[in-house]
């Protein structure tokens, strides 16, 4: 009996310390930053914060995420900023100097020159993103959960201007080449910087505090700009 005991209780240890061990993640799938092979820039700078972790990755729609770290369902969610959520802790450095490209006809690219040049315009981006602050008033901003459904509504021109990631974009257009049509694609229309955001509890500001004690040395070092080079193969988007 006492060992049968014994065992059940370096069970229980053993599971407890899995538990504590694994780091919950909800992101949305970026190409180069979130693979879904757990490869890319974001899961590279993970693994370099927590490289004695376990990682469980939920791939969802970004608004999604948000409401899981809102709700303290997950520990970490990927390439986010203080004002998108309610109650959870983002960390004060940034990882990325996030730059929203645009689709749009040629007639708009032509004469484009700052997102002034959107107001009284029909601009649409993914749900969750939120870059209408970033624009100035005026402009008609809708989001939805699709890119695919945006680029059909710009083609049919119902819209007339796509906000959203140049690698997600092209990404796309070569899976369903039905999708291109004479559009432009707009560079750097929006800019700001982005990080890792925790969820509001302790174990989230135990992750927190270790993530802010290692990017300042992973800057210092110069390892954060080599892991942007590899993973993105250009450091544009470096925060520092």
């Not at 970490?76 to 990882?95: H, L, Q, W």
């Not at 959203?164 to 929006?190: F, M, R, S, W």
């Not at 210092?220 to 993973?231: A, I, P, T």
């Amino acid at each position: 009996m006492n060992g049968l005991r014994c065992f059940l209780l370096i069970c229980l240890h053993c599971s407890a310390f899995a538990d504590s061990n694994s780091i919950k993640i909800a992101t949305d799938e970026w190409l180069n930053y979130s693979n879904k092979d757990q490869s890319g820039y974001y899961f590279g700078l993970l693994q370099r914060v927590f490289p004695n972790h376990s990682y469980n990755v939920q791939f969802m729609p970004y608004l999604r995420s948000i409401a899981m770290l809102d709700q303290q369902q997950v520990d970490i969610v990927f390439g986010g900023a203080a004002d998108d959520f309610t109650r959870a802790n983002c960390s004060t450095f940034p990882i990325e100097i996030d730059r929203s490209d645009m689709l749009t006809s040629p007639e708009l690219a032509g004469h484009y020159h700052s997102p002034q040049d959107l107001i009284g315009k029909q601009v649409v981006s993914q749900l969750g993103y939120d870059w209408q602050d970033l624009l100035p008033e005026g402009v008609n901003y809708r989001e939805y959960a699709s890119l695919e459904q945006m680029i059909k509504l710009l083609h049919h021109k119902r819209v007339d201007a796509v906000l959203n990631y140049q690698e997600d974009i092209n990404h796309l257009l070569e899976q369903k080449p039905e999708l291109a049509g004479d559009y432009v694609l707009v560079e750097n229309v929006l800019h700001y910087s982005s990080t890792f955001c925790f969820s509001a509890n302790p174990r989230g500001r135990y992750l927190q505090t270790r993530f802010d004690k290692t990017i300042p040395m992973l800057v210092s070092s110069g390892e954060l700009k080599q892991l942007m080079l590899l993973e993105l193969g250009s450091d544009d988007n470096y925060p520092y």
